[in-house]
């Protein structure tokens, strides 16, 4: 016997993020969307020039998923702060109560109505500096030339000229335990 879902209802729980306007963008990412529309949607409202109603530019933007979708909601806020750049993060992780009711194709079979409690994830982007004492605050990210050359020369980052622990590995020859010719 094949179940088919009929409705899907999520709890509608306030933002686990204190202190947000009413008014602010919320993306909304599902397992379905497609990331290239939410992204252009997102960064054009957020760039210098877009503006809303009252002539002035959105400041912040909201993304949130749950389930199959928070890791989507991770990659389109990822991408949105490489594209727009020096945009403050507060992250937040919780748990939503869905509700689904599913039914039967025959007739006599009773539906089913299932509680079910997912992991969700709420992350703002603000251009605007937010309370770095805030759990789950990121900073605006500040990767500059020098900053990779100062890595590279702490050895974070392997340029393509480095060798590898591999090839600089010595051979051991296992009869006599000698160093082997390469």
Same mark, same amino acid.
């Given at each position: 016997?094949?179940?088919?879902?009929?409705?899907?209802?999520?709890?509608?729980?306030?933002?686990? /993020?204190?202190?947000?306007?009413?008014?602010? !963008? =919320?993306?909304?990412? #599902?397992?379905?969307? $497609?990331?290239? &529309?939410?992204?252009?949607?997102?960064?054009?409202?957020?760039?210098?020039?877009?503006?809303?109603?009252?002539?002035?530019?959105?400041?912040?933007?909201?993304?949130?998923?749950?389930?199959?979708?928070?890791?989507?909601?991770?990659?389109?806020?990822? /991408?949105?702060?490489?594209?727009?750049?020096? !945009? =403050?993060?507060?992250? #937040?992780?919780?748990? $939503?109560?869905? &509700?689904?009711?599913?039914?039967?194709?025959?007739?006599?079979?009773?539906?089913?109505?299932?509680?079910?409690?997912?992991?969700?994830?709420?992350?703002?982007?603000?251009?605007?500096?937010?309370?770095?004492?805030?759990?789950?605050?990121?900073?605006?990210?500040?990767?500059?030339?020098?900053?990779?050359?100062?890595?590279?020369?702490?050895?974070?980052?392997?340029?393509?000229?480095?060798?590898?622990?591999?090839?600089?590995?010595?051979?051991?020859?296992?009869?006599?335990?000698?160093?082997?010719?390469?």
């Amino acid at each position: 016997m094949e179940m088919q879902r009929i409705s899907r209802t999520e709890d509608c729980s306030p933002f686990p /993020i204190p202190g947000l306007a009413a008014d602010i !963008l =919320h993306m909304r990412v #599902k397992e379905g969307s $497609k990331i290239r &529309n939410l992204l252009r949607f997102a960064t054009a409202r957020m760039q210098a020039e877009a503006r809303d109603s009252n002539g002035t530019s959105l400041r912040q933007v909201v993304f949130s998923g749950s389930g199959r979708g928070v890791t989507k909601t991770i990659t389109c806020v990822e /991408i949105l702060k490489r594209k727009v750049g020096g !945009l =403050h993060q507060v992250s #937040k992780l919780y748990y $939503k109560t869905v &509700n689904e009711v599913w039914e039967s194709p025959q007739q006599e079979a009773p539906g089913i109505t299932m509680e079910r409690t997912v992991p969700a994830i709420c992350i703002l982007l603000s251009k605007d500096p937010l309370d770095p004492w805030e759990s789950g605050y990121q900073p605006p990210q500040t990767l500059s030339s020098s900053t990779e050359d100062a890595e590279r020369r702490g050895g974070l980052l392997r340029t393509a000229q480095s060798p590898t622990s591999q090839q600089t590995a010595k051979r051991l020859c296992l009869d006599d335990w000698s160093v082997c010719p390469p």
